[in-house]
């Protein structure tokens, strides 16, 4: 079993930039696609970004492009979003994912492992 840890949530003004990290337990996360995720409340679950196991390749949902970046160092078997530009819509609790199949995927339901979330809140 695989668990995820996120940290690195916080309060930031608009405009500011935060780190969030996921470390994950077991040997085989180097194996794993990761994504992030959010949830903003009253509104669903919502993709962020993914990446696959080498960290080779990366995608975004488009409202996060050119400001978010997602990595990984699977010595450290951590995966990290470095958030910039931060918005007030921007506010969620951010969830990492771990996939065992799937190469890299935006959909919630192809991921195996979540963590427990860590909030994000961008005042204005």
């Known amino acids: 079993q695989v668990q995820l840890v996120e940290s690195g949530g916080g309060l930031v003004q608009a405009g500011g930039s935060l780190r969030l990290s996921c470390e994950a337990s077991?040997?085989?996360?180097?194996?794993?696609?990761m994504g992030w995720f959010r949830q903003a409340p009253g509104k669903e679950r919502e993709f962020v970004a993914t990446?696959?196991?080498?960290?080779?390749?990366?995608d975004y949902a488009d409202f996060v492009k050119g400001r978010f970046t997602i990595s990984r160092d699977n010595a450290k078997s951590t995966v990290y979003l470095q958030m910039s530009s931060l918005k007030p819509e921007d506010t969620a609790v951010y969830y990492c994912?771990?996939?065992?199949?799937?190469?890299?995927?935006?959909?919630?339901?192809?991921?195996?492992?979540w963590g427990q979330g860590t909030q994000v809140t961008v005042s204005s």
């Open positions: 990446i696959n196991w080498s960290g080779s390749m990366t």
């Open positions: 077991g040997r085989t996360f180097g194996t794993y696609a």
């Open positions: 994912a771990g996939a065992r199949y799937a190469l890299s995927s935006m959909r919630a339901n192809e991921y195996d492992y």
